[in-house]
Every structure is written in C-alpha cells, then in structure tokens.
C-alpha cells in the first residue's frame, strides 16, 4: 500500500467484527482498535462504583477521570482500566447486558468519539464498533459493515462459550443480541447504521479467512 489507511469496520454483536479486524491489522502491520472495549471498560468501572447507569452525566464525569489502555500484546489485545488488566473482566454477562446502556448517553459518546479520533488521527488504523464509519471516522478510507443472521451470530457466541467451557444458552444468548442490536441501532445520538459509502458483506456462510480475504482485497483497491 502507498499510503497509510484507515479502516473502519461496523456492525452488529458477534457478526464477527474483532476477528476479522485484527487479521486485516496483523496482515497490513496497523494497530487495531475495539472502540467496544472502550465502552465495556467504562460500564466495568461504573457498576464497580455503583454509578446510576441511567445517569449521563455522572458517567461522563467518571469516565474524564478514567484512563482506557488498549496494547497490543503477542497474542491477543490487553484492555487496561486506570492501568489494572481488565480483559477478561468487561466480557462478563453483567457489563455485557449493561454495556449498551451506557453507550446510550450523549456526554459519554462524545468523550468516547474524542478520544477515538485522537487514536485514528495518525491512519495505519483498523478501528471496529457500531459508529466508526458513520461518526468517527466519516473520512475513512475504507468501511466495512458487516452483517449475519441473528441465529447464526447466536450460534458464534455459543460455540465461543462451550469452547471456554462457559455455561451457555443458545436461546438465551440470541434474546441478548436481539435486545443489543435494537438498543444500539435504535438509540439518538450516533446509532448503529450503514455509512452510505460502507461496503457490506454478509458473513453468515462465509469462514474467518473468507471475510478478512475480501476486506484486504477491498483495502488494496483502495489502498492502490
Ligand atoms: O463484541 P460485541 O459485539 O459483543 O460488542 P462490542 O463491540 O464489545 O460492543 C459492546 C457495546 O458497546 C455495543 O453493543 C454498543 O452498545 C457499544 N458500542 C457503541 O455504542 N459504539 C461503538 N463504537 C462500539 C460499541
Ligand atoms: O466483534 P464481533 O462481536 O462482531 O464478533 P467477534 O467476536 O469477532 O466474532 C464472534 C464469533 O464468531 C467468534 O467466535 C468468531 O470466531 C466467530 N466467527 C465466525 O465463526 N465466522 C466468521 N465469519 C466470523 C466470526
């Protein structure tokens, strides 16, 4: 590629955004960033300190004072809250069903959206979330909006589980990501949506390498 890029990469829970952005990154030698992660960290500390989640402004003042690491370890991405490890703990089922709560308020998005921008200033980003292509990088050189079923995205979750050795349910998990999308895609401020200029890619027959193929052959398109 003759120049640095960035990618956004949008879309519904588990439709397999994370997987496929941190191939593209690795593959293109760009930092990857999980603005989800951004926002599950901030729901993590709020429950922690018994803040109202219904409460905007209280978040915002919380999350002004908070510091959100993402590093790019040897194997996977660390996420690091006022710099204690958090990975494991902002996928719990409690910030996962209170995530999109939070991600409701206007103050906490736009403290969100700052820093992401700051993050995506340099290019030579893959940045994946609900808004990037529409809000936070309206400007980016490539966007991607991927899509699947919900019972296959349901299915995806499960099998992450049960390989975990997680207890799991199917339908369980498929009410959850029902209720996600429609709090994500129904929200005011910066909703989940298509950007106009998004390429979307249905992935739910398609494997891991399949997707992350077509996306790095759209970036070489665009890249050239
Ligand atoms: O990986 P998964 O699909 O479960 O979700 P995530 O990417 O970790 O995002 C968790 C939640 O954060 C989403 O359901 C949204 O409510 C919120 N989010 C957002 O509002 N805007 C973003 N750019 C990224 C995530
Ligand atoms: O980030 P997002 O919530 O969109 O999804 P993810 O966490 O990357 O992917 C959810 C699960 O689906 C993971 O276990 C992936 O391995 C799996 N997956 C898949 O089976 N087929 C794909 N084409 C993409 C992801």
Redesign the pocket.
């Known amino acids: 590629l003759k120049s640095k890029l960035a990618i956004a990469i ?1 879309g ?4 397999g ?2 997987t496929v952005a941190k191939i593209v990154a690795k593959k293109l030698q760009y930092i990857y960033i ?7 960290a901030i729901t993590h500390k709020a429950i922690i300190n018994d803040i109202d989640l219904d409460n905007g402004e209280e978040l915002y003042q919380l999350l002004k004072k908070t510091t959100i690491d993402l590093q790019q370890g040897a194997k996977e991405q660390k996420v690091f809250l006022d710099s204690t490890d958090v990975t494991e703990d902002i996928r719990n089922q409690m910030v ?1 069903n209170k ?2 709560v ?3 308020h206007g103050l906490v ?1 736009k403290e ?1 959206v700052k820093r ?1 921008r700051e993050l995506s200033k340099k290019r030579g980003v893959v940045m ?5 292509g529409s809000h ?1 990088i309206p400007d980016a050189e490539v966007k991607i909006f991927l899509i699947a079923s919900v019972k296959e995205r349901a299915e995806r979750r499960h099998k992450e589980n049960t390989k975990k050795g997680y207890p799991s349910d199917l339908k369980q998990l498929e009410n959850e990501i029902e209720r ?1 999308d429609q ?2 895609t129904e ?1 005011e401020i ?1 909703p ?1 949506v298509k950007a106009s200029d998004a390429i979307e890619i249905d992935t739910t027959s398609l494997s891991i390498q399949e997707v992350s193929e077509k996306i790095l052959e759209i970036v070489k398109r665009k890249g050239e």
Do not use: E, F, H, N
């Open positions: 949008d519904p829970a588990a439709a955004k994370s999980d603005t989800g992660a951004m926002y599950r996962t995530v999109s939070v991600a409701q998005r969100m992401q994946d979330g609900r808004d990037i936070v996600r709090l994500d929200r910066s989940l």
